[in-house]
T-cell receptor
């Protein structure tokens, strides 16, 4: 089957750096997505990794290791508005054209 | 450039009733996927429509059905509502069936359904 694991909750302070990990098990891996979802709102696309390595986009970076079934989302210079749920999702041949989501990591940023 | 739009944003139904949710994809997209997100959970794939046909279906009962129109907009219908159907229903659009493999999958704001 398919499985995606990420921590349920994380806390951090403004200006800090936080790393949210995601591990996955699937066959026919096609790519890994990170989405940000504020409470009561739709998921917003953050990043997409299909090859190993680090993709940097402003304050956010995402890393992928396909051999380890592992990804992380790195958030730098945290701001209060970064308080949200961060969803890791995998695209795979096993799932066809569906995305399989983890349960999300709720990040709370305090001052 | 219009993003993904969904309606209604909120609705309340009672058990046994039927509901129809609507979605217009992002401009230039022709494929619509529907997801159900229960409180505290990640979205779960319901089904996907392309060229007015259901192309893939997740693990949802036949009470969940859908339709895609020639203008690419889509509807999700749920019959015989159960309390457990209470959730945020998300529509996501992409270009072609393989669109998500290019990273192009965008979500609407969702329709929050409460079943009493």
């Amino acid at each position: 089957g398919q499985n995606i694991d990420q921590p349920t909750e994380m806390t951090a302070t403004e200006g800090a750096i936080v790393q949210i990990n995601c591990t996955y098990q699937t066959s026919g891996f096609n790519g890994l997505f990170w989405y940000q979802q504020h409470a009561g709102e739709a998921p917003t696309f953050l990043s997409y990794n299909v090859l190993d390595g680090l993709e940097e986009k402003g304050r956010f970076s995402s890393f992928l290791s396909r051999s380890k079934g592992y990804s992380y989302l790195l958030l730098k210079e945290l701001q209060m508005k970064d308080s949200a749920s961060y969803l890791c999702a995998v695209s795979s041949n096993q799932a066809g054209t569906a995305l399989i989501f983890g349960k999300g990591t709720t990040l709370s940023v305090s001052s | 450039d219009a993003g993904v739009t969904q309606s209604p944003t909120h609705l309340i139904k009672t058990r046994g009733q039927q509901v129809t949710l609507r979605c217009s994809p992002k401009s230039g997209h022709d494929t619509v996927s529907w997801y159900q997100q229960a409180l505290g959970q990640g979205p779960q794939f319901i089904f996907q429509y392309y060229e007015e046909e259901e192309r893939q279906r997740g693990n949802f009962p036949d009470r969940f059905s859908g339709h895609q129109f020639p203008n690419y907009s889509s509807e999700l219908n749920v019959n015989a509502l159960l309390l457990g159907d209470s959730a945020l229903y998300l529509c996501a659009s992409s270009l072609g069936l393989a669109g998500i493999n290019t990273g192009e999958l965008f979500f609407g704001e969702g329709s929050r359904l409460t079943v009493l």
